[in-house]
């Protein structure tokens, strides 16, 4: 099967940043969408990058796993449906296909580092042969080379040395952090302050439904657990950020002591709901669980208010919008 988008059009994923960015010949373009997506562009890219820049046949059960890890009661309707939430907002883009459906067997990803390879029909299993990793060494060779090379002068070009005398006269290195450090970590705070964002609707509207018995205990703690699993993802992210400076390194530190609370109480409401007895009517009863995570919420907006204090006036002086304990 010959892999094809239109001319010019790939997908980039920063796995560390979270940011998913679709390169057309109309430029460049970061598109938003729900944790779950980003988790399944995720682990296609990685399959990609793993394979030399080959886009990667990933099984329907692959991307299930990557997404909802071990959970129950997840269909293939499900993975179609984060496909084509992806898919509508490539649309305004002209970019849908470089999302490829192979019928009952899975989706490959043309992301932009094998845009190249993709003209020349390249394919290749989820994991690829030890005789396919080894068909290419001095090709990987090159792309370490690279790597590194692109990794050095990314570090240089992120810090501005100067020399100064002491009070003494001896020659002393002052180190100063570009602008586009500190833009870089804001926008990557921002992403990750959305996504959370996102995974807070959920976990309202499944604690609202559960509560109400609009749906039953079971699905509540099933949604709940998803967006918990999705936030230990973002919390992952978060541990791998470059901080520019100590005022940053404290901003990421508190905001990931908010999402662990918060991680800790979306677990105690899903033990909660998971603890509820098949046939209990409303109100729901309390339990040990509920009150725990009563506890842990407010934690987590203690936490939260302590970020957002640091975060805000930080945002204010490189003019961008603040956040709410309460927004994310």
């Known amino acids: 099967m010959e892999i094809s988008s239109q001319p010019g059009a790939c997908v980039e994923y920063d796995i560390h940043g979270g940011r998913l960015v679709v390169v057309t010949s109309a430029g460049r373009h970061e598109i938003q969408v729900r944790p779950q997506v980003h988790m399944l562009v995720r682990f296609m890219a990685e399959r990609n990058a793993a394979s030399a820049g080959t886009p990667v046949l990933c099984s329907n059960d692959e991307l299930m796993n990557a997404v909802w890890g071990d959970e129950p009661m997840h269909t293939h309707t499900e993975l179609a449906r984060l496909v084509w939430e992806l898919r509508r907002e490539l649309e305004p883009l002209g970019a849908t296909e470089v999302v490829v459906n192979e019928r009952r067997r899975g989706y490959r990803l043309v992301t932009c580092a094998e845009a190249t390879s993709s003209a020349f029909g390249g394919k290749a299993d989820c994991v690829p042969s030890r005789d396919r990793m080894s068909a290419r060494p001095s090709q990987r060779r090159v792309g370490w080379i690279l790597a590194v090379a692109v990794a050095l002068v990314a570090s240089l070009a992120g810090l501005v040395v100067t020399l100064t005398r002491d009070s003494g006269g001896a020659l002393t290195t002052e180190v100063s952090t570009t602008n586009a450090d500190v833009g870089t970590f804001v926008d990557r ?33 099933r949604r709940i657990s998803s967006v918990a699993d999705n936030r230990q993802s973002i919390l992952e992210q978060l541990g791998s950020l470059q901080t520019p400076t100590p005022q940053t390194g404290k901003i990421g530190t508190l905001l990931q002591r908010a999402l662990q609370q918060s991680i800790e109480a979306d677990r105690h409401y899903r033990d909660g709901f998971l603890d509820v007895q098949a046939g209990t009517r409303c ?35 490189n003019g961008r919008p603040t956040w709410s304990a309460g927004g994310f």
């Open 189 to 221: 705070i921002e992403n990750v302050l959305e996504q959370s964002a996102a995974g807070r609707r959920e976990i309202r509207a499944a604690l609202n439904g559960g509560f109400s018995c609009s749906i039953s205990p079971d699905e509540a703690a």
């Open 283 to 317: 109100p729901l009863p309390s339990t040990p669980s509920f009150e725990l995570a009563a506890k842990s919420d407010k934690l987590a907006t203690v936490a939260k208010r302590r970020f957002v204090a640091a975060f805000n006036s930080f945002a204010q002086e």
